[in-house]
């Protein structure tokens, strides 16, 4: 097994912790939120989940194993499945008739219960699971948890006598997040201050909209993006990583209506050639409005990229309207993109990406100098005078087994403040790739106003 920060790190793509406002059912404002029910969508995790916790515990004191309805039973099975520890159902309510059980499957009284459970905040509720498992002639001595919110539960529960025993606590997750750039400083102090039990202040820190983005926007390319994102309500943009002309121009043509811009590999295409595929292509892009995003990612230095910009084969200067480059080269290296946006690569979507905190954090003051940079791929916000690119989005998979790592666009919108989200295969591999753009256009939408 990976290590517990790589698993843990895993378990976070899948959207369990998002951080912000949150009003919990108490009324209290909390600056994170936690759902662990994702994790029993992905078998391979919650198998890996069930190992860790096993792993934990004494596994000889039990005779029996039970999940705290809901979000712990898939938990609690998973768990049962790798240990053989007899698994035990309680119910939520007693059934209205029949035999009124609350506790289904095959037990005889004096057995000893592990119990599961996904989260622990106050303990509240483990404290009245227990005694209805109890009532049964069952006894409970250890609690096995996934996460600690570290607001007292395990500890009431330790003082009534049970053993909790908890895989992660909020501050460790925190400082993982942390280290790997997902939380900055702020939001980390705000959380220690919330879990010190102080009241969080909350600046109520917006994203802006299009039409606020467009009054900040000098860059040509950069309003002309804004533009169409208003005028077509998308803020999609379709990787196109297809490898034939015929592949490409079939794609731009059925997603062109729904897309600002259509992002290309253009040296993946076998059968490149100027006449028949850009020609073509920008006829697309002028029919159906929208924009050309060649994801060239230049990483060398000025001169060479200025060659590669104009030169060779594919002439990318003459038909693309915005590139991506990384700032490796510096600040000079970018003169050469005159007449064209760049997407500066701050921090890649890839696991185990080197882009961390110190090297984003050096990326951006270049990119915020830099006059034709007119926006960054990342996967954490970036100051709003610059526009967001985020690829890493799929409404189906949460990753592709080589490294891609997946995020829903209500994660992009919301809690990164994204501006135009990237879809390849999300799309291009669709059985129907018009219908999946217009869906992708419309759940990107809707985040976005919800985000704002
Ligand atoms: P996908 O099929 O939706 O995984 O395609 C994502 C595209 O975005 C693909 O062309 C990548 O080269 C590109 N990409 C990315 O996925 N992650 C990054 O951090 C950067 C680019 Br930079």
Known sequence: ??????????????????????????????????????????????????????????????????GVPYAALPMATAMSLESYLPLIIKRKEAKAYGTKKLIEGIYTKGQN???????????????????????????????????????????????????????FTISEVCTILKDEGHLDDEEVSRISDFLAGNAVKFEDKKRLSYEQKLEYADHSVAKKLLEIALQKKSNLIVSADVITTAELLDLAEKVGPHIVALKTHIDIITDFDSDSTILPLKDLAAKHNFLLMEDRKFADIGNTQELQFSYGIYKISNW?????????????????????????????????????????????????????????????????????????????????????????????????????????????????????????????????????
């Open 113 to 167: 219960c592990l119990l599961v459970e996904d989260v622990i905040t106050s303990g509240k509720s483990l404290l009245e699971t227990i005694p209805e498992i109890e009532n049964e002639g069952i006894s409970v001595s250890d609690i096995v948890v996934v996460l600690d919110r570290q607001q007292g539960g395990k500890e009431l529960l330790e003082s009534k006598g049970y053993r909790v025993h908890t895989l």
């Open 320 to 452: 693309a309207d915005f590139v991506t480059a990384q700032v490796i080269g510096g600040y000079d290296s970018l003169d050469c993109f005159r007449n064209v946006g760049v997407v500066a690569i701050l921090g890649m979507s890839s696991k185990g990406t080197l882009t961390d905190k110190n090297y984003q954090e050096e990326a951006l003051k270049v990119a915020q100098s830099h006059p034709n940079v007119i926006g960054g791929v990342s996967q954490k916000q970036i100051p709003d005078e610059l526009l967001l690119f985020t690829p890493g989005v799929n409404l189906a998979d949460s990753g592709d087994g080589k490294g891609q790592q997946y995020n829903t666009p209500e994660h992009v919108f919301s809690n990164l403040h994204t501006d135009f989200m990237i879809v390849g295969r999300g799309i291009y591999k669709a059985p129907d790739a018009e219908k999946s753009a217009l869906n992708y256009k419309i759940a990107g939408w809707n985040a976005y106003e919800t985000s704002l």
């Open 1 to 66: 097994m990976e290590s517990k920060k790589e698993f843990f790190l895993e378990c976070y793509q899948l959207g369990i912790i998002k951080f912000g406002k949150f009003t919990l059912k108490s009324g209290i404002e909390s600056p994170f939120y936690v759902d662990l029910r994702p994790l029993a969508s992905d078998p391979r995790i919650l198998k890996h989940l069930a190992n860790y916790l096993l792993e934990m515990l004494p596994l000889d004191n039990f005779d029996v194993i039970c």
